[in-house]
T-cell receptor, first 116, second 113 residues
Framework: KNEVEQSPQNLTAQEGEFITINCSYS?????LHWLQQHPGGGIVSLFM???GKKKHGRLIATINIQEKHSSLHITASHPRDSAVYIC??????????????????FGRGTQLTVWP | DGGITQSPKYLFRKEGQNVTLSCEQN?????MYWYRQDPGQGLRLIYY???????QKGDIAEGYSVSREKKESFPLTVTSAQKNPTAFYLC????????????FGEGSRLTVL
């Protein structure tokens, strides 16, 4: 069983469509990361969030701590959004004491392809 | 600009040779990590370091070695003991282990001939 599960594994969309990628996790976490991996392999951090919602341009990330679920939305998708999107969750080792240091669990990634 | 620099981007190795991948950061981060990525799989942790002169094995440390003599540098050596070294290797850092934004290098693609 993976501690972090992403869906879908592959996603194809037409330019302009609204995209949603989902991430569920089973560990107690302090925050959740959404990452973008370019075709060349480099990874950039899109969001780090511990509650609510964050927005950056056409990207929106939401998290529901109680349900242990996060979503990444892309509005008005564009071919340049084509990439692998990865969620990652650092485990909170001692939730009772509020410790936030722990190992990082990665989802397997969602390959997004946006066609013009 | 602050960031992580990995080198080389591509590396070819003959079987039986050790190779060292470089990772340098100028973000003043304490925590640094090495991950391996294989096609269709998620990132797997090889080694991590929380502070200078200290490092810990990750999930797949066998056949790899690291050092952390300086805060900025965390080189990874792929030894001849690693049975299947052909992979994409990513170095990352964060301000502390498990905390703060993650920064990644551009990766190093190692191919064993």
């Amino acid at each position: 069983k993976n501690e972090v599960e992403q869906s879908p594994q592959n996603l194809t969309a037409q330019e302009g469509e609204f995209i949603t990628i989902n991430c569920s996790y089973s560990v107690g976490i302090s925050a959740l990361h959404w990452l973008q991996q370019h075709p060349g392999g480099g990874i950039v951090s899109l969001f780090m969030l511990s509650s609510g919602k964050k927005k950056h341009g056409r990207l929106i990330a939401t998290i529901n701590i109680q349900e242990k679920h996060s979503s990444l939305h892309i509005t008005a998708s564009h071919p340049r959004d084509s990439a692998v999107y990865i969620c990652a969750a650092p485990e909170r080792e001692n939730p009772d004491r509020g410790s936030t240091l722990g190992r990082l669990y990665f989802g397997r990634g969602t390959q997004l392809t946006v066609w013009p | 600009d602050g960031g992580i620099t990995q080198s080389p981007k591509y590396l070819f190795r003959k079987e039986g040779q050790n190779v060292t991948l470089s990772c340098e950061q100028n973000l003043n981060h304490d925590a640094m990590y090495w991950y391996r990525q294989d096609p269709g799989q998620g990132l797997r942790l090889i080694y991590y370091s929380q502070i200078v002169n200290d490092f810990q094995k990750g999930d797949i440390a066998e056949g790899y070695s690291v050092s952390r003599e300086k805060k900025e540098s965390f080189p990874l050596t792929v030894t001849s003991a690693q049975k299947n070294p052909t992979a994409f290797y990513l170095c990352a850092s964060s301000i502390f282990r498990g905390a703060g934004e993650l920064f990644f290098g551009e990766g190093s693609r190692l191919t064993v001939l």
